[in-house]
């Protein structure tokens, strides 16, 4: 055994500590001291204790296995019901913005057509206002038609591409 500054033996201690993988620790399980007759009989020996920590993370729409399994133990087909639980909530999620995605499409198509049909219009009061004299109103409402339909095109496309590289990255 090992001597201390003292010229005293040391004593050496060593802990059984439970299994790590387990999910559920007990917080007042005994440890094993190897190798020691006691300390109470020897001046001058500082006693020391460790503690371990074990901290578990798990995320996700399921609880842990080994806690499934626990469930499980404790109510049968418990672990069964669970999964389903699950399965029918991603299926239902899944079914939602399925939902939200088609309206979202056959919105953006509105949005499309109104937007054709409104500069349609106004270009043609345009050509109908440079027939009747008013050359210069005419020309103004073509043009206003025609850059707003371009700048909106330019602000799509740079959007569209941004999102591209956004999902990319």
């Given at each position: 055994?090992?001597?201390?500054?003292?010229?005293?033996?040391?004593?050496?201690?060593?802990?059984?500590?439970?299994?790590?993988?387990?999910?559920?620790?007990?917080?007042?399980?005994?440890?094993?001291?190897?190798?020691?007759?006691?300390?109470?009989?020897?001046?001058?020996?500082?006693?020391?204790?460790?503690?371990?920590?074990?901290?578990?993370?798990?995320?996700?729409?399921?609880?842990?296995?080994?806690?499934?399994?626990?469930?499980?133990?404790?109510?049968?087909?418990?672990?069964?019901?669970?999964?389903?639980?699950?399965?029918?909530?991603?299926?239902?999620?899944?079914?939602?913005?399925?939902?939200?995605?088609?309206?979202?499409?056959?919105?953006?198509?509105?949005?499309l057509n109104y937007a054709f049909t409104?500069?349609?219009?106004?270009?043609?009061?345009?050509?109908?206002l440079a027939y009747s004299g008013k050359?210069?109103?005419g020309i103004v409402a073509i043009l206003?038609?025609?850059?707003?339909?371009?700048?909106?095109?330019?602000?799509?496309?740079?959007?569209?591409?941004?999102?591209?590289?956004?999902?990319?990255?």
């Amino acid at each position: 055994m090992p001597v201390n500054p003292q010229g005293r033996i040391a004593h050496q201690e060593s802990q059984v500590i439970p299994n790590p993988l387990a999910h559920e620790l007990e917080p007042d399980l005994p440890i094993e001291i190897k190798g020691s007759s006691g300390t109470e009989d020897i001046p001058n020996v500082k006693r020391q204790q460790a503690f371990v920590e074990m901290r578990m993370s798990h995320s996700g729409p399921l609880p842990h296995p080994s806690i499934l399994q626990s469930y499980e133990a404790i109510v049968p087909g418990s672990a069964a019901r669970i999964l389903t639980s699950s399965e029918l909530q991603a299926k239902h999620r899944q079914e939602l913005e399925s939902s939200v995605i088609k309206a979202n499409i056959l919105a953006q198509g509105r949005g499309l057509n109104y937007a054709f049909t409104l500069a349609l219009v106004t270009i043609i009061g345009g050509i109908f206002l440079a027939y009747s004299g008013k050359q210069t109103s005419g020309i103004v409402a073509i043009l206003t038609a025609l850059a707003t339909l371009a700048g909106i095109f330019v602000y799509g496309s740079n959007r569209q591409a941004a999102e591209r590289d956004d999902k990319r990255s």
